[in-house]
């Protein structure tokens, strides 16, 4: 019988349910966060291969429950989600046996894991950040916004599902802010709405075939899963229900600093050489943390004025992110219902 009433266990809850609210408000962020955030908690020994088993598990779960919602409202493109299904699901059996295949020293297994995760994030970040500039160049163009079904290309889909499934069988991150922004970039006409509802689609076979693989490599600590799917799924239903009242931009804009710091943290704690091998840098986390918190809004503000737009104000990153703003601009009235709905 687990013992899940214990401070570990009600901390991973904890974890759970604020990430957890994350994801409902945003739609993202449900591994580039959690996992982290459960190795800096020291859970699990601090082993990656075991909270990225727990993290994949406990996200096979909510993010079910995300898909459901958004497959009664029709919301996804089910061939498309077909298509990044097949090239994503085998990738991400095999990614965690590529790992093993690589080393089969427990030690370096959980360095290259870090590496790997902290790299992940900083790539999680670094996209999120380029899906917000595409928006600003579609919206500044003022050209054809693009097929709002458009017909799936299956070669470079089925590439994009290779790379997001090989990603989240080896860290747990990238079924939503990875696939997305290529998925934007791939398809420029697809509502939001669309975009979240397939990508949530076509996460819920991904992330149960990578829990499945390193299940059977590593394990299931169940004192982590549970207590991490008690703290994540309400936290889910919870952010998506206050979504609609809590500014976003705000919010945004603070996973990438999270994301940010947290790669750096993970790559300083994995050894990476040059962050140095010997000592953690806290100081040095602290610095980049605030650097990109001090110079995200200005650099943003030097791209808006590139595209011809004062240096603040609309479009805002909310009505860039969260829905198709230049198709609303340009289209019905009928289009305004089309803002996603938050999973």
């Known amino acids: 019988m687990i013992d899940i009433l214990t401070l570990t266990a009600l901390s991973i809850a904890v974890a759970g349910f604020v990430v957890g609210v994350v994801v409902g408000l945003t739609g993202m962020g449900g591994g580039a966060l959690m996992t982290p955030a459960l190795i800096f908690l020291g859970v699990g020994g601090g082993e990656a291969a075991t909270v990225v088993t727990a993290d994949l598990t406990a996200a096979a779960v909510y ?3 995300g898909a459901v919602v958004h497959a009664k409202e029709g919301s996804p493109n089910l061939k498309l989600a077909m298509w990044l299904i097949i090239g994503s699901v085998p990738m991400a059996f095999v990614g965690p046996y590529m790992v093993k295949a690589f080393t089969t020293d427990a030690e370096e297994l959980d360095r290259v894991l870090k590496l790997s995760i902290g790299f992940a994030l900083l790539f999680a970040a670094a996209t999120y950040a380029l899906r917000l500039y595409i928006n600003l160049r579609r919206v500044r163009s003022g050209g054809d916004p693009g097929d709002p079904n458009p017909p799936v290309r299956p070669i470079p889909t089925l590439l994009v599902g290779m790379l997001g499934g090989l990603l989240v069988g080896i860290t747990s991150v990238g079924s939503g802010s990875v696939i997305m922004i290529a998925l934007l970039m791939l398809y420029p006409g697809l509502s939001a709405v669309k975009l979240v509802g397939t990508d949530l689609v076509q ?4 992330v149960l075939a990578a829990a499945i693989a390193n299940i059977a490599i590593h394990g299931l600590d169940w004192g982590i899963a549970i207590p991490l799917i008690l703290g994540s799924v309400p ?3 919870l952010g998506a229900k206050i979504a609609p009242r809590v500014p976003q931009s705000y ?6 600093v999270v994301l940010t710091m947290s790669g750096v943290a993970l790559l300083d704690k994995a050894g990476w050489a040059p962050l140095g091998r010997e000592e953690t840098h806290p ?3 602290a610095v980049v943390g605030l650097a990109v918190l001090l110079l995200l809004p200005i650099i943003w503000g030097f791209l808006r004025k590139e595209q ?3 240096f603040m104000g609309a479009p805002t990153v909310s009505e860039l992110d969260t829905w198709n703003y230049a198709g609303r601009r340009s289209s019905s009235p009928r289009d305004e219902d089309d803002a996603p709905p938050q999973a």
């Open 63 to 65: 993010k079910t429950g």
């Open 203 to 206: 996460a819920v076979p991904l």
């Open 235 to 237: 936290g889910t239903l």
């Open 251 to 256: 919010i945004r804009r603070g996973i990438v």
């Open 283 to 285: 100081v040095l986390i």
């Open 308 to 310: 011809g737009l004062p």
